[in-house]
């Protein structure tokens, strides 16, 4: 398997610092990145009654307020909680439903604090990848050796499965759960099928092991690469002198084993061919 990045300019920053920027997925331009949703009647009183049995008041009443759910004071909370008579739990399942419809809806923040990703592609040549992702085909392209160390012992490296429907949490699921676990692996590896055209693969990192660089006010991360995983460079054909000179002294000042090609419009399809450089 081959993979490649469609990059605009700053792709020269990846060969000249050997580094790739990891990205929060809130950052992305999908709005749906990590976003399950709560299928209706997932929130039944058999469920509501157990979490009021089992969970610590306080434990439910900071779960249910970091979700937004409006509540009164936590001794309030804590006696009415211990005082429902088992039928009227029914009057306490629409609280809950908004509580868990707010800890879905928040997923993208809440996981944005703790991972990000670095985006591939198995397209090769797509002229919607070098249009979007390239500064119109003033960018490059990368290529990536797969079968180096750096993605086989990334066991956070995997594809993106495209599907016409959100990922459906379920809130029976307990913590730990093979089903809940199965639940988090799909919901970050899942994208809405009119992105197919991408064929995308995803790396996972834990942003607090990853370098973090401070510009204008934002955070930005990186993880390294060894110089070796880069294996060929395709210069867009709008690509301007200064950006192939940049790639040609990365190479350079790196001892970069890369081959570097351009990229040319054909002559009667509606598609670019690549020559070597």
């Known amino acids: 398997m081959r993979l490649f990045k469609y990059m605009n300019h700053f792709g020269v920053d990846i060969l000249r610092d050997l580094r790739l920027k990891v990205t929060p ?9 990590f976003s399950p949703y709560l299928p209706p009647g997932k929130v039944t009183e058999e469920h509501v009654r157990r979490l009021m049995l089992t969970t610590s008041p306080r434990e439910l009443y900071d779960e249910m307020a970091s979700s937004g759910e409006k509540l009164p004071p936590f001794e309030h909370f804590e006696r009415i909680l211990r005082t429902v008579p088992p039928n009227r739990v029914a009057n306490a399942v629409p609280m809950f439903q908004r509580s868990y419809e707010g800890l879905v809806a928040a997923n ?7 991972l990000g990703l670095v985006c591939f592609s198995e397209e090769e040549n797509n002229i919607l990848m070098w249009s979007h992702y390239t500064d119109s085909h003033k960018g490059i392209l990368l290529e990536f050796d797969t079968s180096h160390p750096y993605f086989c012992e990334n066991s956070k490296f995997t594809k993106v499965e495209y599907s016409k429907k959100r990922v459906p949490f379920d809130p029976s699921w307990s913590d730990g759960s093979p089903e809940l676990e199965r639940h988090c692996g799909e919901v970050l590896c899942t994208k809405n099928s009119a992105w197919d055209y991408e064929r995308e693969w995803r790396s996972l990192f834990e942003l607090g092991e990853c370098h973090q660089t401070k510009v204008d006010g934002r955070t930005l991360y990186f993880s390294d690469i060894p110089p070796d995983l880069i294996v060929q460079v395709v ?12 790639v040609l002294e990365a190479k350079r000042a790196r001892s970069l084993s890369l081959s570097v090609w351009r990229a040319f419009l054909h002559p009667a399809e509606f598609k670019v061919e690549y020559e070597p450089l």
Do not use: K, M
Request: a negative charge; hydrophobic letters at 30%.
């Open 108 to 114: 993208l923040d809440s996981v944005s604090q703790i």
């Open 25 to 33: 997925p809130n950052e992305l331009n999908d709005p749906f990145e």
């Open 235 to 246: 210069l867009g054909y709008r690509c301007p002198a200064d950006v192939q000179n940049q």
